[in-house]
């Protein structure tokens, strides 16, 4: 089944720098890929996705990138500040899966120092 | 529009009993997921339902099961529960009609099992 990993495992960067977040994934025929934040305590909320006919997305601050080919994707945060602190999670649909069916990875806690 | 409601919040089960927890998507959504939610392997996902009938089910054993009601309210029931089956069980709900693949999560179930 499909299989996707997650680095880093952590993250730290001072206010203002940027942080990458790269993920893998196994099946050539996963076609969607959202990423998740988790605030400590709260639920995860959907910060930005993209489907396989795309090869990037920007939504102000935060882009993601697709390579289809090299089977990867990554999570770019620009000018990070404090309230970025989170954990975040990466995801694709698994083989034959629906929306509602997503294989995530393991997560990556970023912490921006101020 | 309120969102995903779970209960209960908190739960603490000792080995061998079992636990029901319920989940009332948001209004109009028809497609609830189910994930268990471990600091050491992240979000898993359970089950996922769509109009009353399973679609999707992930890596879990048999004690692991779930059922959706014709308001498209959930439950998700462990059988004689294991010290390992601690987790924050989370829900989520989306529309799928309208493909836009976002799912909502609840603020989860946190089940302790002594």
């Known amino acids: 089944g499909e299989n996707v990993e997650q680095h880093p495992s952590t993250l730290s960067v001072q206010e203002g720098d940027s942080a990458v977040i790269k993920c893998t994934y196994s099946?050539?025929?996963?076609?969607?890929f959202p990423w998740y934040k988790q605030e400590l305590g709260k639920r995860p909320q959907l910060i930005i996705d993209i489907r396989s006919n795309v090869g990037e997305k920007k939504d102000q601050r935060i882009a993601v990138t697709l390579n289809k080919t090299a089977k990867h994707f990554s999570l770019h945060i620009t000018e990070t500040q404090p309230e970025d602190s989170a954990v975040y999670f990466c995801?694709?649909?698994?083989?034959?899966?629906?929306?509602?069916?997503?294989?995530f990875g393991k997560g990556t806690k970023l912490s921006v120092k101020p | 529009k309120a969102g995903v409601t779970q209960t209960p919040r908190y739960l603490i089960k000792t080995r061998g009993q079992q636990v029901t927890l319920s989940c009332s998507p948001i209004s109009g959504h028809r497609s609830v997921s189910w994930y268990q939610q471990t600091p050491g392997q992240g979000l898993q996902f359970l089950f996922e339902?769509?109009?009353?009938?399973?679609?999707n089910k992930g890596n879990f054993p048999g004690r692991f099961s779930g059922r959706q009601f014709s308001n498209s309210r959930s439950e998700m029931n462990v059988s004689t529960l294991e010290l390992g089956d601690s987790a924050l069980y989370l829900c989520?709900?989306?529309?799928?009609?309208?493909?836009?693949?976002?799912?909502?999560f609840g603020e989860g179930s946190r089940l302790t099992v002594l």
């Open positions: 339902y769509f109009s009353e009938t399973q679609r």
């Open positions: 989520a709900s989306s529309l799928i009609e309208r493909g836009t693949g976002e799912l909502f």
């Open positions: 099946d050539s025929a996963s076609n969607y």
């Open positions: 995801a694709a649909v698994a083989p034959g899966g629906s929306q509602g069916n997503l294989i």
